[in-house]
Nanobody, 128 residues
Framework: QLQLVESGGGLVQPGGSLRLSCAAS????????IGWFRQAPGKEREGVSC????????YYADSVKGRFTISRDNAKNTVYLQMNSLKPEDTAVYYC?????????????????????WGQGTQVTVSS
């Protein structure tokens, strides 16, 4: 079965850290650009970060720049999102998406149905 599976979410206090994982099953992530998105209750899904398939170029939304780091381990067929200095406004369900032909310039701006694969999401709650 071809799918993406996110993990690593949970409850953390403000200022804490979490590392999310996006693992591919049934296909190889090497050739795919990967994006992380999040959706808070009552809000639209927003792009957080993405990484290219070719040279490892990365992009971050202003809201997470300097706090989040995206990386990929092709040997483990997994992409990570290291989240530091978490804030209550980071609370959301986090999703990863994969696309074979997108670059980081277009990875976070397409419609939901335009990506090749989506994960099921993992909840991140930042609260004291």
């Amino acid at each position: 079965q071809l799918q993406l599976v996110e993990s690593g979410g949970g409850l953390v206090q403000p200022g804490g850290s979490l590392r999310l994982s996006c693992a591919a099953s049934g296909f190889t992530l090497d050739y795919y650009a990967i994006g992380w998105f999040r959706q808070a209750p009552g809000k639209e899904r927003e792009g957080v970060s993405c990484i290219s398939s070719s040279d490892g170029s990365t992009y971050y939304a202003d809201s997470v720049k300097g706090r989040f780091t995206i990386s990929r381990d092709n040997a483990k067929n997994t992409v990570y999102l290291q989240m530091n200095s978490l804030k209550p406004e980071d609370t959301a369900v986090y999703y990863c998406a994969a696309d074979l032909f997108r670059t980081i310039a277009t990875m976070l701006g397409a419609g939901i149905n335009e990506y090749d694969y989506w994960g099921q999401g993992t909840q991140v709650t930042v609260s004291s």
